[in-house]
Nanobody
């Protein structure tokens, strides 16, 4: 069983930056395929970024490339999401997800473990 705890959300203004962190317990992040998703009110949960367990290769939603960066901090056993140039449309609850096995797509059903989410609100 893997427990994930997100932190770092908050209220920021357009153009600001924010760094989210996802702490994993029971497993090291280098042994997990990990991802960030987000969900706005009334919308489906959508893929943001993922990082592969073995290679550390990253993948981003096309619309977020260049503004968001996913990374691992092995010393802290966290996966972080650096978000720059934030926009009001980035407002959502951001979720961390993990899977010990292979991931074949960016679908939510790929992932076995989820955090409780952290709210990010970007004001205009």
């Amino acid at each position: 069983q893997v427990q994930l705890v997100e932190s770092g959300g908050g209220l920021v203004q357009t153009g600001d930056s924010l760094r989210l962190s996802c702490a994993a317990s029971e497993r090291t992040v280098s042994n997990l395929n990990m991802a960030w998703f987000r969900q706005s009110p009334g919308m489906a949960r959508e893929f943001v970024a993922r990082i592969s367990r073995s290679s550390g290769i990253t993948l981003y939603a096309d619309s977020l490339k260049g503004r968001f960066t996913i990374s691992r901090d092995l010393a802290k056993n966290t996966v972080d999401l650096q978000m720059n140039s934030l926009r009001p449309e980035d407002t959502a609850v951001y979720y961390c997800a993990a899977k010990s096995g292979a991931v074949r797509s960016i679908a939510t059903y790929e992932y076995d473990y989820w955090g409780q989410g952290t709210q990010v609100t970007v004001s205009s």
